[in-house]
């Protein structure tokens, strides 16, 4: 099985934690689908605090007032309620069941139409309880998820799809003048 360095370093963390803690190691690995609609972005993410699905909100629609988006918090602690928030009915729904299947503390999901991941991401970044994002996409995105005797952890995300080459000269010449129709390049 081929792993990464920060899956196996999660993984071990995880493994110590729950041997040290029971004397027994039982991990069961799920790879969940995250549900992406047509024109909508997902972004995937930890936090550490109960208000953050209000502090993202206020990321998002400051960022990008025009924005639609829903949220979804899962608390790790307390009620460990799902936490949602967001200006469209749709994707907070959607963003509330996909915090539940994914079920990991502290975990949370973002669905957004009329903007694009770029122009919320340092401002998500920025706000001070988010631990970590996963992934901002479009793309198919599988969450893979160990559940122990605890709790859920998401270890990380499948992304899309595996390359299947090195682009040529053509393809470069396309990927300049797709950004700059879009106008995220200049001339």
């Not at 990008?64 to 009915?89: K, Q, W, Y």
């Amino acid at each position: 099985m081929l792993l990464s360095l920060s899956f196996r370093h999660s993984a071990r963390y995880l493994l110590r934690e729950a041997l040290e803690r029971t004397g027994t190691v039982a991990v069961k690995l799920q790879l969940i689908q995250v549900e992406v609609p047509e024109k909508t972005n997902v972004i995937l993410g930890q936090a550490h605090f109960i208000k953050t699905v209000e502090d993202l909100y206020e990321a998002i629609v400051t960022s990008v007032p025009t924005a639609s988006f829903g949220i979804a918090f899962c608390e790790a602690s307390g009620h460990r309620l799902v936490r949602v928030e967001g200006n469209d009915e749709e994707l907070k729904r959607l963003a509330a069941k996909t915090a539940l299947e994914v079920g990991a503390g502290h975990f949370f999901v973002i669905y957004l139409r009329g903007a694009w991941p770029i122009n919320v991401l340092n401002a998500i970044k920025n706000v001070q309880e988010v631990v970590t994002l996963y992934c901002a996409t479009a793309n198919p995105v599988q969450a893979i998820v160990a559940e122990t005797d605890q709790g859920r952890a998401v270890l990380g995300v499948v992304d899309g799809f595996k390359p299947v080459g090195v682009e040529g000269e053509a393809e470069r010449r396309e990927r300049v003048e797709f950004l700059r129709k879009i106008g995220y390049k200049r001339g």
